[in-house]
């Protein structure tokens, strides 16, 4: 991956890496900082989990399958980007479970609240 170099006031070179939203979109970029990753994650994860619950309530989906169709969608989505796509060490973070559990319940929450929402407003008098 390029990578520009910069100078800092001392004459000494610097590695600057392309923002975080070039990264996310490139396959195997490199993630010094853990914590970005981990966010980059996490957001993926929330809008992920509200366009689920936008498509949920517009099919109309109800019950268990949603729920079940909704946590297989999340977890294979992020794995395979993890895995797949960034190809990061999974022990790098924690191991698999960490990965696959970095923001999921908020992420169910905001798949529910407009699951919700989207299927009462639609499908109700």
């Known amino acids: ?22 990264r996310v979109f490139t396959p195997c970029s490199s993630w010094p900082d ?23 309530g517009f099919i109309p989906l109800r019950g268990f399958v949603g729920l079940a169709l909704f946590s297989l969608l999340n977890v294979i989505t992020l794995y395979t980007y993890t895995s797949a796509f960034q190809k990061v060490d999974d022990e790098e973070f924690g191991g698999v ?17 407009t699951w919700i929402m989207v299927y009462s407003a639609m499908h109700f008098d």
């Open 34 to 56: 853990k914590d970005e990753f981990l966010d980059v994650i996490y957001w993926t994860r929330q809008i992920l989990g509200v366009v689920l619950g936008l498509a949920w």
């Open 1 to 22: 991956m390029n990578q520009k170099k910069k100078f800092d006031k001392n004459g000494t070179l610097k590695s600057v890496l392309p923002s975080v939203w070039v």
């Open 97 to 113: 479970w960490e990965l696959v559990k970095e923001g999921f319940m908020t992420s169910f929450a905001s798949f529910l609240v």
